[in-house]
């Protein structure tokens, strides 16, 4: 079975950063994008930001300015380092995968709590 890990997420004070790592182990079939979904509690899930495998990247924009989305095609990896981080960035941070066969992968979550 396919399986996304994250790890890095934590408690950091207004202002600080964090950065998130999400690797796939498992055998998966050529990668269109990765990206991070998160979600508060009482809120819906939000995208936050997407990469293609060809490096392009995307942000909400409560985020752009302050996060950063790259990827390792070669570890099956996906990162976001996040910076300048406001209370309203605490929520469940959940990685995807999307693959050329239309699956998509989850991570676990990893909780980000940003503290005033």
């Known amino acids: 079975q396919v399986q996304l890990v994250e790890s890095g997420g934590g408690l950091v004070q207004a202002g600080g950063s964090l950065r998130l790592s999400c690797a796939a182990s498992g055998l998966i079939f050529r990668l269109n994008a990765m990206g991070w979904y998160r979600q508060a509690p009482g809120t819906q899930r939000e995208l936050v930001a997407s990469i293609t495998s060809g490096g392009t990247p995307n942000y909400a924009d409560s985020v752009k300015g302050r996060f950063t989305i790259s990827s390792d095609n070669a570890k099956k990896a996906v990162y976001l380092q996040m910076n300048s981080l406001k209370p309203e960035d605490t929520a469940v941070y959940y990685c995807?995968?999307?693959?050329?066969?239309?699956?998509?992968?989850w991570g676990q979550g990893t909780q980000v709590t940003v503290s005033s």
């Open positions: 995807y995968a999307n693959t050329q066969l239309g699956r998509t992968y």
